[in-house]
C-alpha cells in the first residue's frame, strides 16, 4: 500500500512537470480598435488588435493565429462563417524567437444583427494545444436593409407608367 | 438624318410605341415588380442577404433584358421579310450595311430603356447602400455587352433563318445554353468541363463579376479577364449579325 | 432608252428561273409584263430592280447595271411590290416622311398631304397604318413608290384590293406620270383591263422566256385577234343582219355573244346592225382581243 502511494505521489508530480512543460508558449492578446464605434450597426467596419509574442526561453515554430466569431446570443448560439465578413483570417509565423511578438490587425464588416464575442486562437508545434486571447464581446444593431418604402412605389409605379403609355397610345390612335 | 440614325430610330420607336414592344416592357416590368416585392416582406435579411439581392436583381435585369434583346433581334429582318415591310427597306437607297447597322442601333435602345428601367429596382433593394453605386455601373458594363451580344446574334440569325419562329427557337436555345451553369449549380462548375464553360461563358462572366463586386467588393482591375469574354461575344456576334445581313438575299 | 435586257438568265442552284427574257422600255411608256404564275415576271422585276443579279445576259436600268449600282439605281426608282409591307404601328404622314428620309429627302406637312391626296388617302394622315384597308395599303404603297419622284415606277399588281373607282383613280394617276411626267412605268399585272387602259407595249413570259414583246396594237394586228362583246337586243331580234366582220358566237335570250374582228372599228359595226334595222339596247365588251392574244400564246407555249 505504501509502495502505490508513493507511486501516485510520483505520478502526481510528474503531471505537474508535464502541465508545466504543457504550458503555453505563446502570449496571445485581443483588443478593439480605439476607432470602433461603439454602438455599431450592420454594414459597419470594425477592427481588432493581437500581439502574439513568445514569452518562453525556446523559440516556437509553425505558429498559425486565426480569428473566429461566435454568435452568442440567448438560443442562437452558433458559429460564424467568417467568409463574407472578413477576408483576413489568419496569420503565419514560421518562428517566433523567444522575446519576440508579431502584431496583427483583424478588419471585420459587420455583416448581420447580434450580440457576438470573438477570440484570437493559436498553434504551434511545440505546444499540445490550442492558444487563445482573451474574449472581446460586441453587439451589432439592426439595420433595416430591405425598405418597403421605397420598393413598393417601384414595384407598382414601373407598371403602371408603361400601362399608361399603352392607354395613351391606344387613345391616340382612335382619336387619329 | 443619315439612314442608319433613320433606320435605328424606327427600331427603337417600334419598341416603344408599338403595342407589341410595350407589351413585352410591361411583362419584364411585371416580373421585375414580382422579384421585388417578394424582397419586401422579409425585414430580417442580414446585410449579407441584401446584396445577394442586389446581385440576383442584377442578374435578373441582365437575363431578362437578353431575353428581349433575343426576342427583338429574331424578329428583325425575318419578320420584316414575313410582313412584307424588308423590300421597300431593301429597294431604297440604302446599303445592307447601313440596314444592320441601323438595326443594331434599335437594339443598343433597346437595352438602354430596358437598363434605365431597372435602375429603379436596383435602387429600391439597394437600400442598405452596399456597392450600389458599383451595382449601377457593372450592370451597365458587363450587361451591355452580353445582352447587345445576344441581340445581334438574333438579327444574325434572323437574317440566316428567313423564319422568325427558327431565329428565335435558335436564339432561345443558345441563351438556354449559356445560362445553364448558373442553373446547374456550384458543384457541376467544378469540374474541368465546367470551369471551362464558366470561363468562355459571357453570361456567367457577367453573373460572376456581379458577385465578385456586389458581394465581395473586389475592385475592377480583378474583373479584365471577364470583361475581356464579354466584349469577345460582343465582338463575334456583331461580325456574324454584319456578314449574315450582307449575305442575305430577298 | 429606260430598261433594256437582252437574253437575261437567272439560274437559282441548278434550276433555270429565267431561260432568256428581253425587254425594252423608253421613257414615257406604260409597259405590261404578263405571264402565267411561276413565268419568272417577279423574278425578272428583282433582277430588274438589282435584288438578284443575272446568269447571264445584259441588263441596262436607266443606263445603270443594277447588279453594280443598285444604290444608284434605287435613288432613281419607285417600286411598288405585291406585298406591299408597312410598319403599323406608324401613320401615313409619318411613314412617308420617314422613307422620304432614306432618300435623304425632307418632306413638309404639306408635300406630304398633297403626297396622300394624289392617292386618294386625303384626311387620312393622323390614323395608324393598322387601320388601313387593303385598298388604303396599296394606295400607301404608291405614295411610297412615287416619295423620289422616280424616272422609272416598277409596279406589280396595283391595283390590287382597289374598288373599279380606286382603280379609275390610280390608272390616271399612272397614265398623267407617263404622258406629262415622262415617267416609265413597268407594270406587272394578271388584270388584262388594266394592261388594255394603261400600257402601249407589253411582253409576256412564260417558262422563264419573253415569248412575245411589242406594241400592243401591232401585236394584234399580227395575230388577227378579235374583240369579244356582249349585246343586248331587243326581244325577237334575230341574227342574220351581222355584217361580215361581226360573228356571232352564242346567243342566250336576248343577248349575243359576237366577236369583232381587231381589224375594224366596232363603232362602225354597231353601225351596220342599227342600219340594218337591228334594235340594240347594251353593248358590254367582254375583253377578246388581249386576253384572246394572251391565252393563245400562253396555251402555244405550254403545248410546246
Request: net charge neutral; aromatic share 6%; with cysteine.
Amino acid at each position: 500500500m505504501k509502495t502505490t502511494f508513493v507511486r501516485l505521489l510520483l505520478s502526481l508530480s510528474l503531471l505537474g512537470v508535464g502541465n508545466a512543460w504543457a504550458a503555453d508558449s505563446l502570449n496571445i492578446s485581443l483588443v478593439p480598435d480605439q476607432a470602433n464605434s461603439p454602438s455599431p450597426q450592420m454594414g459597419d467596419w470594425l477592427k481588432f488588435h493581437s500581439v502574439v509574442s513568445n514569452p518562453g526561453t525556446q523559440a516556437s515554430h509553425g505558429i498559425v493565429a486565426w480569428i473566429s466569431l461566435v454568435q452568442v446570443d440567448p438560443g442562437h448560439e452558433q458559429p460564424v462563417d467568417l467568409e463574407d465578413w472578413s477576408a483576413h483570417k489568419a496569420v503565419t509565423q514560421a518562428v517566433l524567437q523567444p522575446g519576440q511578438q508579431v502584431k496583427v490587425e483583424w478588419p471585420m464588416r459587420l455583416i448581420q444583427a447580434g450580440a457576438y464575442r470573438v477570440v484570437i486562437s493559436a498553434v504551434d508545434r511545440e505546444t499540445g494545444h490550442v492558444m487563445t486571447s482573451p474574449f472581446v464581446d460586441f453587439q451589432v444593431r439592426r439595420k433595416p436593409v430591405v425598405e418597403s418604402g421605397r420598393i413598393l412605389p417601384v414595384a407598382f409605379g414601373i407598371p403602371a407608367l408603361l400601362l399608361g403609355v399603352v392607354g395613351w397610345r391606344r387613345y391616340r390612335g382612335r382619336a387619329g | 438624318m443619315n439612314p442608319i440614325a433613320l433606320i435605328a430610330r424606327k427600331e427603337s420607336g417600334e419598341l416603344l410605341m408599338s403595342g407589341r414592344g410595350l407589351a413585352w416592357l410591361l411583362a419584364l416590368s411585371v416580373i421585375m415588380s414580382v422579384l421585388s416585392l417578394l424582397l419586401v416582406s422579409n425585414t430580417e435579411l442580414s446585410l449579407l442577404d441584401n446584396a445577394q439581392v442586389v446581385y440576383m436583381v442584377m442578374g435578373t435585369v441582365t437575363a431578362l433584358g437578353a431575353l428581349l434583346a433575343v426576342v427583338l433581334g429574331s424578329d428583325t429582318v425575318a419578320g420584316e421579310r414575313e410582313r412584307g415591310s424588308l423590300m421597300p427597306l431593301m429597294l431604297a437607297p440604302v446599303t445592307p450595311s447601313q440596314i444592320v447597322f441601323g438595326k443594331m442601333g434599335g437594339q443598343v435602345a433597346g437595352w438602354a430603356v430596358m437598363y434605365l428601367l431597372s435602375l429603379p429596382y436596383v435602387w429600391a433593394v439597394g437600400s442598405s447602400g452596399q456597392n450600389l453605386a458599383q451595382a449601377v455601373v457593372y450592370l451597365a458594363l458587363f450587361g451591355t455587352p452580353v445582352v447587345l451580344g445576344f441581340g445581334f446574334l438574333g438579327i444574325g440569325l434572323s437574317a440566316r433563318l428567313r423564319s422568325v419562329r427558327s431565329a428565335l427557337l435558335t436564339s432561345l436555345i443558345t441563351l438556354m445554353l449559356l445560362a445553364s451553369p448558373l442553373l446547374l449549380g456550384p458543384s457541376l462548375r467544378q469540374s474541368t468541363i465546367g470551369k471551362f464553360f464558366d470561363a468562355v461563358n459571357p453570361f456567367s462572366a457577367a453573373v460572376n463579376t456581379f458577385d465578385s463586386v456586389v458581394i465581395d467588393s473586389q475592385p475592377l482591375a480583378m474583373q479584365f479577364t471577364r470583361l475581356a469574354v464579354t466584349l469577345v461575344w460582343l465582338a463575334l456576334t456583331t461580325a456574324f449579325a454584319i456578314r449574315s445581313v450582307r449575305k442575305m438575299e430577298i | 432608252m429606260l430598261v433594256e435586257i437582252r437574253e437575261l438568265k437567272l439560274n437559282l442552284g441548278s434550276h433555270a428561273v429565267l431561260r432568256n427574257v428581253n425587254l425594252t422600255l423608253e421613257k414615257g411608256q406604260v409597259y405590261g409584263l404578263l405571264g402565267p404564275n411561276g413565268a419568272g415576271k417577279s423574278t425578272t422585276i428583282s433582277v430588274v430592280t438589282g435584288l438578284r443579279a443575272p446568269t447571264a445576259g445584259s441588263v441596262s436600268v436607266l443606263g445603270l447595271d443594277p447588279a453594280t449600282d443598285p444604290i444608284q439605281l434605287h435613288r432613281r426608282i419607285g417600286v411598288l411590290a405585291e406585298q406591299a409591307g408597312f410598319y403599323d404601328w406608324m401613320s401615313a404622314s409619318d411613314y412617308l416622311r420617314w422613307v422620304a428620309g432614306l432618300y435623304r429627302i425632307t418632306l413638309s406637312k404639306a408635300e406630304i398631304a398633297s403626297q396622300l391626296e394624289r392617292v386618294g388617302l386625303e384626311g387620312r394622315s393622323p390614323a395608324s397604318i393598322a387601320t388601313y384597308s387593303r385598298g388604303m395599303r396599296q394606295r400607301l404603297g404608291l405614295a411610297r413608290a412615287l416619295i423620289n419622284q422616280p424616272e422609272l415606277l416598277i409596279l406589280d399588281e396595283p391595283t390590287n384590293g382597289l374598288d373599279p373607282r380606286g382603280r379609275r383613280e390610280i390608272h390616271d394617276v399612272l397614265l398623267d406620270l407617263s404622258a406629262n411626267h415622262g415617267v416609265g412605268i413597268l407594270l406587272c399585272t394578271h388584270l388584262l383591263d388594266d394592261v388594255d387602259r394603261l400600257c402601249t407595249r407589253i411582253g409576256i413570259i412564260a417558262q422563264g422566256q419573253t415569248i412575245l414583246e411589242g406594241a400592243i396594237a401591232d401585236l394584234l394586228s399580227d395575230q388577227n385577234a378579235a374583240v369579244r362583246y356582249r349585246l343586248r337586243v331587243e326581244p325577237g331580234e334575230t341574227p342574220d343582219r351581222l355584217p361580215a366582220d361581226v360573228t356571232l358566237r352564242a346567243r342566250a335570250g336576248d343577248w349575243w355573244h359576237v366577236e369583232v374582228s381587231s381589224h375594224i372599228d366596232p363603232a362602225s359595226a354597231w353601225r351596220k346592225l342599227l342600219d340594218a334595222g337591228v334594235r340594240i339596247d347594251e353593248i358590254h365588251r367582254e375583253g377578246g382581243g388581249l386576253e384572246d392574244l394572251y391565252m393563245a400564246v400562253t396555251e402555244a407555249k405550254e403545248a410546246a
